[in-house]
């Protein structure tokens, strides 16, 4: 029986090729894009769950409101994992993580810059699973200067050596034994590194009110962390209270009442990678809301394939009414009829797959280096994929062959045979219904699509303050040491280079740099010191970068009392409710103690520039003269990009052996809106391809419609009526269709924009005419895929089209 029941359904398929081919295809594209999607969205969900204990790990961190600012910092204090420990009774463990950097590396020869070093708790490997090859996870970082590196990082400076026991140079930090060697840190982690040193080998901040080690705490199995975080108001008052008292000459009550505050959270272990943007993250992290939006869109591009699958079957199916009545009449009972329906729609869905499947092999690798992912062959065929896979397909199948199964199934062969019903006519709605919702999701995606790529032309050709083009950055320029200025004044003689800064940090990239408490001269003592960014810069930083002034003077090196100088920006002389900044005073709170406490003069004011995301609103700024300047900017005036970088590196080399490392500014303001970017290539491909699936629907219904209506058509033009005429005719019908649907999508599109728009402090408006484009363009194509079957049926012979019923 299954066997004659797979020969109908082949020969059917067989004899409507174009209409299998279509279906096969349109679904087999949203199949492939769902999967290559599912693997993304499953990637990111799964971030940091490879802990044996993830659920019950928490990161500590740092929240509360200072001087007006709400602050949220990733590290926490570094005395409050001992603190947590000794005075709570659910803490099982903690470990820290502190003073990741960057560290010239050696060991012989082999030299490299390496940027993903930190410093652990002995216990770090015990509480985080990544394995151990080789070492004692007990005892490998107990001792100071003693480090674990990565397998990589192994390879990589010893070879194929045992690196147990010997020693690698970091930087100016002396030599490190190595004692342990782990696999590397899995790619779904919120945190990437390669060195693992003793935080022994490192001090340790001990003062509550500042931000030190990246702290995270092991609660016991059934210990609620509510009930942990309820008793933070107790221990912030017993350990961070006198700190208040000492530093700013106020009880901590008084502080609470100032409408100030303090405190820490406890963030799920799982929630980092996607639900935390706070100061000082380790490393860029993901964000929740580009899941719900690939979620949406891997649901709606398989929606639009799998309403296009069902409308050619449901428009297919309304020519086999007579076949129903004539099987019925040789004695075919409906069970049987039934099943028939069912097999092929499945068998059609099974073939899709198959195809699906083909598509995303061929399009991995280049899925690959849009999402920055490196899924292989293995993901995708893994069992849970495929079985998700095969089920919706089988779901598929059943739903769109439920249409011929159950109501053509039900039909009486004789009212059949005589032609009473025409099957397919009352399920007219359904079909306009189930194209309509297409092009809702298509209209859709290609306003996002126009409106994200608006905001990234906006954040591109913004006036950001400075100016990013031509400016080439060169990194830890500090391995020079004393022969930085010197340096410096030799690039200056170039005659490709018009100008050069030393500078601590950059005004694009992620940035370290620091903050510090600042209060005006003769504050109150009762008023909380705010938090300005801090900037150590030269002489020559706002000329290089072209950051204008709008009151009083650069630093200059005609002015020795410079080094208690500072310029500040727009933004941070309205905090301080200045108007005429110039010769005021600041003075910096530091950590508290009289030697961090100094007074400087305001000697300029810059204007504002974003030296951050345009997700965030600019920040006041304070900018200090000399200090630690470990970059230098150098504003090129070139096109030999190749042979100035190679001048460059000579003169690295004649004055440091180290590598020679260097960015480009422009380069690194765009590596800042690269989620971005993405999000823009994946909505322009997403919305093609649901514009093509979306077309291929309606070039099979057109089709459809045009064989239906081929007697027709033939009498119309024997009475006299032109072929516009008739293209009008077979076409009006889907373009009021694509009419309603821009009605609705227009809306839904516009909430969803200013929902992601949200995000961002400096935006563009969503304007009217987007969606008179996107509207414009919808009726166009849609015009074309319909015009193509309409054209076709209006030039054919009459006689012929007489002749074919």
């Not at 020969?11 to 409507?16: E, G, V």
């Not at 639900?275 to 580009?290: D, I, P, T």
């Not at 002034?549 to 200045?578: H, M, P, Y």
Request: with cysteine.
């Amino acid at each position: 029986m299954i066997s004659s029941y797979l020969k109908i359904a082949f020969r059917s398929l067989w004899n409507k090729k174009v209409f299998a081919s279509i279906n096969i295809f349109g679904l087999a594209i949203g199949l492939a894009t769902c999967m290559l999607i599912l693997l993304f969205v499953q990637h990111e969900l799964s971030y940091d769950r490879y802990n044996v204990n993830a659920d019950r790990i928490f990161r500590v961190t740092m929240h509360g409101r200072i001087g007006g600012n709400e602050i949220g910092i990733a590290g926490a204090s570094a005395p409050v994992g001992p603190a947590l420990m000794r005075d709570y009774p659910g803490m099982e463990a903690y470990t820290r993580l502190d003073g990741n950097g960057t560290y010239l590396v050696k060991n012989g020869e082999k030299r490299f810059t390496e940027d993903r070093v930190v410093f652990v708790d002995s216990n770090f490997f015990d509480f985080f699973s990544i394995p151990l090859l080789k070492g004692n996870s007990k005892t490998m970082l107990t001792e100071p200067k003693t480090i674990v590196i990565t397998e990589s990082t192994a390879l990589k400076y010893f070879g194929r050596e045992d690196p147990i026991g010997k020693s690698l140079t970091m930087g100016d930090q002396g030599l490190f034994r190595v004692t342990g060697v782990c696999q590397d840190v899995p790619s779904n982690s919120h945190f990437h590194f390669d060195f693992f040193g003793s935080i022994k080998s490192t001090e340790v901040g001990k003062k509550w009110l500042s931000s030190g080690a990246h702290t995270y705490v092991l609660l016991r199995k059934g210990y609620p962390v509510e009930k942990l975080t309820m008793q933070i108001p107790q221990l912030v008052k017993k350990y961070i209270g006198p700190e208040i008292q000492e530093f700013l000459g106020m009880t901590y009550d008084e502080y609470l009442r100032k409408g100030d505050s303090f405190g820490f959270r406890f963030q799920p272990l799982t929630d980092i990678h996607l639900q935390s943007n706070l100061e000082n993250e380790l490393e860029a992290n993901g964000n929740v809301k580009y899941i719900y939006i690939f979620t949406a869109i891997a649901a709606f591009i398989l929606l639009i394939a799998c309403i296009n699958f069902m409308n050619l079957s449901t428009a297919g199916s309304a020519g086999r009414a007579k076949e129903v009545g004539v099987r019925k009449v040789m004695g075919s009972v409906r069970q049987q009829l039934m099943a028939q329906f069912l097999i092929e729609s499945i068998l059609l869905t099974i073939l899709a797959l198959v195809v699906a499947f083909g598509l995303v092999v061929l399009l991995l690798p280049g899925f690959n280096d849009l999402a920055g992912k490196q899924f292989g062959l293995k993901s995708i065929l893994s069992a849970r994929m495929v079985a998700y896979a095969f089920a919706g397909c089988l779901m598929v199948g059943l739903l769109a062959g439920s249409y011929p199964a159950f109501f053509l199934s039900a039909f009486k062969p004789v009212a059949v045979l005589k032609g009473s019903i025409q099957a397919g006519i009352k399920s007219g709605w359904l079909r306009n219904t189930l194209v309509t919702i297409q092009f809702v999701v298509s209209i859709g995606m290609i306003i996002g699509t126009m409106v994200v790529y608006q905001q990234l032309h906006f954040i591109q050709n913004k006036k950001v303050g400075f100016d990013k083009d031509q400016v080439l950055i060169l990194h830890d320029t500090h391995l020079l040491g004393d022969k930085a200025k010197a340096f410096k004044d030799q690039l200056i003689a170039l005659s490709a280079v018009s100008s050069v800064t030393l500078a601590g940090y950059m005004p694009a990239g992620v940035s370290n740099a620091s903050t510090d408490g600042f209060l005006p001269e003769n504050a109150d003592n009762k008023i909380t010191p705010y938090r300005f960014t801090t900037y150590q810069v030269d002489e020559d930083y706002l000329s290089t970068l072209g950051i204008g002034l709008t009151a009083g003077r650069n630093f200059s090196k005609n002015f020795g009392a410079d080094s208690g100088s500072v310029l500040i920006n727009e933004a941070a002389a309205k905090q301080f409710g200045w108007k005429n900044p110039i010769g005021k005073r600041v003075q910096t709170v530091g950590n508290g103690s009289p030697e961090s406490k100094r007074f400087y003069t305001v000697v300029g004011v810059t204007k504002n520039f974003h030296f951050r995301s345009m997700h965030e609103r600019i920040a006041p700024l304070v900018m200090f003269y000399g200090g630690d300047l470990f970059q230098i900017a150098v504003r090129i005036k070139t096109n030999d990009i190749p042979g100035l970088l190679k001048v460059l590196e000579k003169t690295w080399k004649a004055n440091s052996d180290n590598p020679f490392t260097y960015s480009f500014l422009d380069e690194r303001f765009n590596k800042m809106y690269e989620s971005e970017m993405r999000i823009g290539k994946l909505f322009g491909i997403f919305a093609s391809l649901a514009v093509v699936i979306a077309c291929l629907g309606l070039f099979g219904l057109a089709a459809f419609t045009t064989i239906r209506r081929t007697k027709e058509i033939g009498v119309r033009k024997v009475l006299g009526a032109s072929v516009l005429s008739i293209v009008s005719l077979l076409s009006k019908d889907f373009v009021k269709l694509v009419a309603i649907a821009i009605l609705i999508a227009s809306p839904l599109a516009w909430y969803g924009m200013d929902q992601w728009l949200s995000d961002f402090a400096y935006k563009v408006n969503i304007e009217w005419w987007v969606f008179v484009l996107a509207g414009a363009m919808a009726v166009g194509i849609a015009l074309l895929t319909v015009s193509f079957q309409s054209i076709k049926a209006a030039l054919v012979n009459p006689v012929k089209s007489l002749r074919s019923e």
